[in-house]
């Protein structure tokens, strides 16, 4: 629980740094279809490292339920896979990094499953 609280903070905290670094230095570096990329990073970035730290505080009531990290883990997985290669994307405008985004997104979907079985277990 303590690892998904850590790693919910330092995505947090690398979403809003991403996210300043965006508006202010890359708005007139970046194309205007470019930077609705790089904003989608940041949006999807910022709502699974809240859900990280969510995560964190659920282990915590759960005692440490495995399902649960489990779950933290594919969340972090998918900001990694799919922010990370909008970031990507966006900064090089190489095309082909945009296949590794479902990645992310189905990792993010895998981890939603596992903390809907987790809940639906410990009832």
């Known amino acids: 629980m303590n690892t998904?609280?850590?790693?919910?903070?330092?995505?947090?905290?690398?979403?809003?740094?991403?996210?300043?670094?965006?508006?202010?230095?890359?708005?007139?570096?970046?194309?205007?279809?470019?930077?609705?990329?790089?904003q989608t990073g940041i949006q999807y970035h910022l709502i699974h490292g809240i859900g990280l730290l969510l995560l964190g505080v659920l282990a915590g009531q759960?005692?440490?339920?495995?399902?649960?990290?489990?779950?933290?883990?594919?969340?972090?997985?998918?900001?990694?896979?799919?922010?990370?290669?909008l970031y990507a994307l966006s900064l090089s405008g190489i095309r082909k990094l945009g296949a590794i985004t479902p990645l992310g997104g189905l990792a993010w979907l895998a981890g939603w499953a596992i903390l809907i079985a987790a809940v639906i277990q410990s009832s």
Not at 10 to 17: D, E, G, P, R, T
Not at 25 to 32: F, R
Not at 62 to 85: D, H, T, Y
């Open 62 to 85: 759960m005692n440490g339920s495995s399902q649960v990290i489990l779950a933290g883990w594919f969340l972090f997985a998918g900001i990694i896979l799919f922010s990370g290669s």
């Open 4 to 38: 998904l609280l850590l790693l919910g903070g330092i995505m947090m905290f690398l979403a809003v740094a991403l996210g300043a670094f965006g508006a202010h230095a890359l708005k007139a570096k970046l194309s205007e279809d470019m930077m609705k990329v790089y």
